[in-house]
T-cell receptor
Framework: NAGVTQTPKFRVLKTGQSMTLLCAQDMNHEYMYWYRQDPGMGLRLIHY???????AKGEVPDGYNVSRLKKQNFLLGLESAAPSQTSVYFC???????????FGDGTRLSIL | AQKITQTQPGMFVQEKEAVTLDCTYDTSDPSYGLFWYKQPSSGEMIFLIY??????QNATEGRYSLNFQKARKSANLVISASQLGDSAMYFC??????????????FGKGTLLTVNP
């Protein structure tokens, strides 16, 4: 009963490096989301997708790119990591927009 | 602008007592949804309860209930018979309809609940 799986769970990068966070869901959900969580700020939406092949910007999209080539996977990319992107990243999915989102366990990312 | 406000940074409750976590929201859109999530110290986000703006009755899920007062724009979470395992951060969130740049799922800053034995 995997639900939403995020890899990796932890990562340390140097400024300027690139990396991709992977999110996979096995619930056949149409909607997928990437959030970042910073201390004292709750969750903020980075990008989201309403179906395979579609992506859209959320509240804080700058510095990130996403792709949804397969329905079950949603990738979050950092092309040139910056210290301001140090955060905990959560992926979530839902069957429809107005239904509860199921979250992964998060990825703790540190940019030095 | 849409906003979610949780005014209680931290709350304490005695085990087996009930506790209310406050959430107020601000929107001019008549159609919206309100969610509560729990985040234990282990970090995962757990969905608790949902209330739609057109729902006639307050949502309930086991020991969780949502005190929805539409005119006051409040959606407080009530936890009955608190348990030690309820100690966690609790987030209120609001979803508005629309796609693209109109999509909004806004989270409050959270309330840290501590249940004392």
């Amino acid at each position: 009963n995997a639900g939403v799986t995020q890899t990796p769970k932890f990562r340390v990068l140097k400024t300027g490096q690139s990396m991709t966070l992977l999110c996979a869901q096995d619930m056949n959900h149409e909607y997928m989301y990437w959030y970042r969580q910073d201390p004292g700020m709750g969750l903020r939406l980075i990008h989201y997708s309403v179906g395979e092949g579609t992506t859209a910007k959320g509240e804080v999209p700058d510095g990130y790119n996403v792709s949804r080539l397969k329905k079950q996977n949603f990738l979050l990319g950092l092309e040139s990591a910056a210290p301001s992107q140090t955060s905990v990243y959560f992926c979530a999915s839902s069957y429809r927009q107005n239904q509860p989102q199921h979250f992964g366990d998060g990825t703790r990312l540190s940019i030095l | 602008a849409q906003k979610i406000t949780q005014t209680q940074p931290g709350m304490f409750v005695q085990e087996k007592e009930a506790v209310t976590l406050d959430c107020t929201y601000d929107t001019s859109d008549p159609s919206y949804g309100l969610f509560w999530y729990k985040q234990p110290s282990s970090g995962e986000m757990i969905f608790l309860i949902y209330q739609g703006s057109y729902d006639q009755q307050n949502a309930t899920e086991g020991r969780y209930s949502l005190n929805f007062q539409k005119a006051r724009k409040s959606a407080n979470l009530v936890i009955s018979a608190s348990q030690l395992g309820d100690s966690a951060m609790y987030f209120c969130a609001m979803r508005l309809p629309g796609l693209g740049s109109n999509y909004k799922l806004t989270f409050g800053k959270g309330t840290l609940l501590t249940v004392n034995p």
